[in-house]
């Protein structure tokens, strides 16, 4: 069923040959059934140089998305986490949400927009429940789709045979404050306030509440 299901392994694979070589700590947690695309997670552990992991989706770009026609966005997507190096990414440590819920909300948004013939592109936001928070401690209610500041733009493009592009956007956790602030304020002054308070890309749980 997984070979009829489509997929960008492939691609992806073949993009991160370009930064890593065989040295490099990856982990492929793979899908085992899929329906509409094929979601896997690259887990890039962290080393010497790059004191955090990072969570690379794989398969939101097998599909395009339905960009209108009017914006300048990429039809095609994936996703990335920042994790500080302490997070616990272990098989048997996916029973606690307090660990998981990065990899869960990462295949809810890599799906999301296919069956849904919508998009997801920059400064979109995702909230998890109305009144609730990602896991138990986490504080936080929602992400944000942004462009990294931590990885470089080679990274985080791709490029196709097809003249198109693969935007890889990193996800930012937000307090419901913050989530309120950008709504009104826009995407581009909630990065600016985050900047002033030298919040980062890397998930920091217990961060400061930068709208409060």
């Known amino acids: 069923m997984k070979n009829s299901i489509p997929n960008s392994v492939e691609i992806v694979d073949n993009h991160l040959n370009q ?41 939101m770009s097998a599909l395009p998305m339905k960009v209108p026609g009017d914006v300048d966005s990429s039809p095609y997507a994936e996703l990335m986490f920042l994790l500080p190096k302490e997070w616990n990414l272990n098989y048997d440590s ?14 809810q948004l890599m799906i999301l927009p296919h069956p849904h013939e919508t998009w997801l592109g920059f400064g979109h936001t995702f909230t998890y429940q109305e009144n609730g928070v990602f896991a138990e401690g ?30 890889i956007y990193s996800l930012i956790p937000l307090y419901k404050e913050e989530l309120e602030f950008k709504n009104q304020n826009g995407a581009v002054a909630l990065l ?3 900047d002033q308070h030298d919040v980062t890309e890397i998930v920091k749980i217990g961060r400061k509440n930068v709208c409060i």
């Not at 986490?138 to 080679?154: K, Q, W």
């Open 19 to 59: 930064f890593f070589d065989d040295d490099e700590d990856i982990v492929v947690f793979d899908e085992i059934e899929s329906e509409v695309i094929h979601r896997d997670i690259f887990f890039i552990k962290a080393n010497k140089n790059r004191p955090y992991h990072i969570l690379l989706s794989c398969g």
């Open 94 to 107: 996916f029973g606690d949400e307090r660990n998981y819920w990065p990899i869960r909300l990462m295949k």
């Open 138 to 167: 986490a504080g936080f209610n929602s992400v944000m789709l942004a462009y990294s500041t931590e990885i470089s733009d080679d990274f985080t493009k791709i490029e196709l045979e097809n003249n198109q592009a693969v935007s």
């Open 192 to 194: 600016e306030l985050l």
